[in-house]
């Protein structure tokens, strides 16, 4: 049963750099709508209850508005300026939640993620209070060390992905800590703060969308999903 208490945190900062865009990549379009969009839809789908908070570099803001009312994007969400980094964009984005509930925490470029993942993070964050989309991984690993490398068992590793769905008031606490470079994701900051992470089977479909190979792979897999 879909909870009043739910919350998506998208955080979209990205730049066109890797992908070779004068354009930030959340706006680049697959299936004839920005990246973005694609994202967003899939919360609105899992429930069109759920409240969206979208993080978004200030600068882009006019050119949000500008591709919402291009294509018709009706769907309530409530933009916020982020910072320089994402741990910056992420707090800010955490401002605008009460300190009560339930929030997926997002990457605006993941806009291939289920509703079955999205409703799995809720379900076992109200149960363990974090909830960690992660896959194993399908090829062979070695740790390099200056010239010299050294095979790694694969099955002790995870790829995280996002969603990445914390109880607020923990995911709140957790963002008060200072800030690093080691710190690459939501769930590095709760484990930085002292408190247990929970993972959770994610899916090789959710991919993020980085370079033009990435671009190419999440136009065949949506075109394929909304042709059904």
């Known amino acids: ?31 004839g709508s920005p990246i973005l969009m694609h994202t967003i839809k899939a919360f609105y789908q899992y429930s ?18 500008e591709l919402c009312q291009r294509h018709d994007f009706q ?5 916020q300026s982020g910072g320089n980094t994402r ?5 800010r984005g955490l401002e605008k939640l009460p300190e009560k509930g339930l929030v997926a925490i997002h990457d605006g470029v993941r806009p291939l993620v289920e509703e079955a993942t999205i409703a799995t993070s809720f379900n076992l964050a109200r149960k363990d209070q974090s909830a960690i989309a992660a896959v194993r991984l399908k090829e ?3 740790r ?3 010239e010299t490398s050294n095979a790694l068992d694969r099955s002790e590793f995870r790829l995280i992905q996002t969603p990445q769905t ?6 709140k606490q957790a963002y008060l800590i200072a800030e690093d470079q080691t710190l690459t994701d939501d769930a590095s900051v709760v484990e930085r703060a002292g408190y247990k992470i929970s993972l959770f089977e994610g899916s090789y479909r959710n991919i993020k969308i980085t370079t033009p190979e990435d671009l190419v792979i999440a136009s065949c897999l949506m075109d394929r999903r909304l042709k059904g």
């Open 1 to 31: 049963m879909i909870k009043s208490d739910e919350y998506a945190l998208i955080v979209a900062g990205g730049t066109g750099r890797r992908m070779k865009s004068d354009l930030p990549k959340q706006f680049l379009e697959i299936s």
């Open 48 to 65: 069109n209850q759920i409240k969206i908070v979208l993080v978004l570099p200030e600068g882009d803001f006019d050119t949000w508005h």
């Open 75 to 79: 769907i309530t969400h409530q933009l």
């Open 87 to 91: 741990f910056q964009s992420v707090k």
């Open 140 to 142: 062979s690993i070695r």
């Open 144 to 146: 390099v060390d200056n």
């Open 166 to 171: 914390f109880d607020l008031a923990l995911i």
